[in-house]
């Protein structure tokens, strides 16, 4: 039986950790990481399934992450975030919103400002490295804390809940992550249990 956790503890959860990742390096954010150019949005919305990612707290022992994009103005992005546990059967929801991070830029940079439950949507972390929207997105974002102190995030989606067999897509998705991201931080999302619900 799926058991959702009550509304309250869930904002408090995400909004207590929704700043701080849980990569940590004794290091400034990283400035090598490239973004997709003249970013297609609304190629992008819809459902995406996390195949892998840097653990954070709140998603500990949680699987079958899902992800929705939904146009809601011209600017504005509608984030659904919903992900269930194996281990005691539950599932969380985060509700949220995105928009460009440099909007008044003449080429569209794929950074997006994410934010959940109303808190300030005031940070540039989400960085889409590379997608081709149909496939893949590899997603990555950092935070600075302090002068030589860094938090990173990394999110590999898949437009399906197996990653397809497209060899171009294999090999654009696979080449950024091994250029950009710390395999050793990487946890594999389960998305093949038959328990796994369809958010």
Same mark, same amino acid.
């Given at each position: 039986?799926?058991?959702?956790?009550?509304?309250?503890?869930?904002?408090?959860?995400?909004? *207590?950790?929704?700043?701080?990742?849980?990569?940590?390096? +004794?290091?400034?954010?990283?400035?090598?990481?490239?973004?997709?150019? /003249?970013?297609?949005?609304?190629?992008?919305?819809?459902?995406?399934?996390?195949?892998?990612?840097?653990?954070? +707290? %709140?998603?500990?022992?949680? @699987?079958?992450?899902?992800?929705?994009?939904?146009?809601?103005?011209?600017?504005?992005?509608?984030?659904?975030?919903?992900?269930? $546990?194996?281990? /005691?059967?539950?599932?969380?929801?985060?509700?949220?919103?995105?928009?460009?991070?440099?909007?008044?830029? @003449?080429?569209?940079?794929?950074?997006?400002?994410? $934010?959940? %439950?109303?808190?300030? /949507?005031?940070? $540039?972390?989400?960085?889409?490295?590379?997608? @081709?929207?149909?496939?893949?997105?590899?997603?990555?974002?950092?935070?600075?804390? *302090?002068? +030589?102190?860094?938090?990173?995030?990394?999110?590999?989606?898949?437009?399906?809940?197996? %990653?397809?067999?497209?060899?171009?897509?294999?090999?654009?998705?696979?080449?950024?992550?091994?250029?950009?991201?710390?395999?050793?931080?990487?946890?594999?999302?389960?998305?093949?249990?038959?328990?796994?619900? +369809?958010?």
């Amino acid at each position: 039986m799926m058991v959702k956790f009550p509304l309250l503890f869930t904002v408090l959860v995400l909004l *207590g950790t929704v700043t701080v990742n849980a990569v940590l390096y +004794d290091r400034p954010c990283r400035t090598d990481v490239p973004v997709v150019q /003249n970013f297609a949005l609304t190629r992008y919305l819809g459902k995406w399934y996390e195949l892998q990612r840097f653990e954070k +707290d %709140f998603q500990t022992n949680y @699987d079958c992450v899902q992800t929705e994009y939904g146009l809601l103005d011209p600017t504005t992005v509608s984030v659904r975030n919903s992900a269930y $546990s194996l281990v /005691n059967e539950t599932s969380i929801e985060a509700i949220g919103t995105a928009k460009f991070s440099f909007p008044e830029q @003449d080429i569209v940079q794929a950074k997006l400002n994410v $934010s959940f %439950f109303g808190a300030p /949507n005031d940070r $540039s972390n989400y960085w889409v490295i590379d997608t @081709d929207y149909e496939h893949f997105s590899i997603v990555w974002a950092c935070e600075q804390l *302090g002068e +030589d102190r860094s938090s990173e995030g990394y999110w590999f989606l898949s437009r399906t809940r197996r %990653f397809t067999d497209d060899v171009e897509a294999n090999t654009r998705a696979f080449h950024a992550i091994r250029q950009y991201i710390d395999r050793t931080e990487i946890r594999f999302t389960n998305q093949l249990d038959e328990r796994c619900p +369809d958010f």
